[in-house]
């Protein structure tokens, strides 16, 4: 089993429409990073949340650290086609190394 | 640029051969990981570097791979007598710890495909 459960595994959305992204951890969390691939690009850094409670927003993408459900989501407002990727979070559970959840796929039609 | 660079960006090897996968990290990043990406499964960290100390050997799968850091900057992760299942994305990231967080920046992958 993953250490980081993310859901759901995929997604096809509207354009237009908003949409959730978790990612569940089954040990503590030191830090929560969210990481966007494009199909045949590197990862890119979206953000990074460590205190409980923390939500940070970029453009149109807002994510939240639960820290008593070792939780944390990714919230994308009027999704664009742009937002299409892999969406990936990584935790840092201790060790100097990132764990990270398997990814949610994300489609979005125009 | 000044991101992390990584090269090849593809390769393409046959079963039994050894293949070498260069990593260029971010200037005055004294952190840098080597991490793995098969398909239909997540990313798997391999190694570790940091500074000068030991690095962290711990998600190696095999002796048959091995990563050195030459110089406190490029890195080489190598790969002896392939094997079809080593076929995946290596990524390679570095940092730069701060006293209060680490961000992990990456490159763009190098694809292995073991025939």
């Known amino acids: 089993s993953q250490e980081l459960e993310q859901s759901p595994q995929s997604l096809i959305v509207q354009e237009g429409k908003n949409l959730t992204i978790n990612c569940t951890s089954s040990k503590t969390l030191y830090g929560l990073y969210w990481y966007k691939q494009k199909y045949g690009e590197g990862l890119i850094f979206l953000m990074m949340?460590?205190?409980?409670?923390e939500e940070k927003s970029h453009e149109k993408i807002t994510a939240k650290l639960d820290e008593k459900k070792q939780q944390s989501s990714l919230h994308i407002t009027a999704s664009q086609p742009s937002h299409a990727g892999i969406y990936l979070c990584?935790?840092?559970?201790?060790?100097?190394?990132?764990?990270f959840g398997a990814g949610t796929i994300l489609r979005v039609k125009s | 640029g000044a991101g992390v660079s990584q090269s090849p960006s593809n390769k393409v090897t046959e079963k039994g051969k050894d293949v070498e996968l260069r990593c260029d990290p971010i200037s005055g990043h004294t952190a840098l990981y080597w991490y793995r990406q098969s398909l239909g499964q997540g990313l798997e960290f391999l190694i570790y570097f940091q500074g000068n100390s030991a690095p962290d050997k711990s998600g190696l799968p095999s002796d048959r791979f091995s990563a050195e850091r030459t110089g406190g900057s490029v890195s080489t992760l190598t790969i002896q007598r392939t094997q079809q299942e080593d076929s995946a994305v290596y990524l390679c990231?570095?940092?730069?710890?701060?006293?209060?967080?680490?961000?992990?920046?990456f490159g763009p992958g190098t694809r292995l495909l073991v025939l």
């Open positions: 990231a570095s940092s730069s710890w701060t006293g209060r967080e680490e961000t992990q920046y």
């Open positions: 990584g935790a840092d559970l201790r060790g100097n190394k990132l764990v």
């Open positions: 949340l460590q205190k409980g409670g």
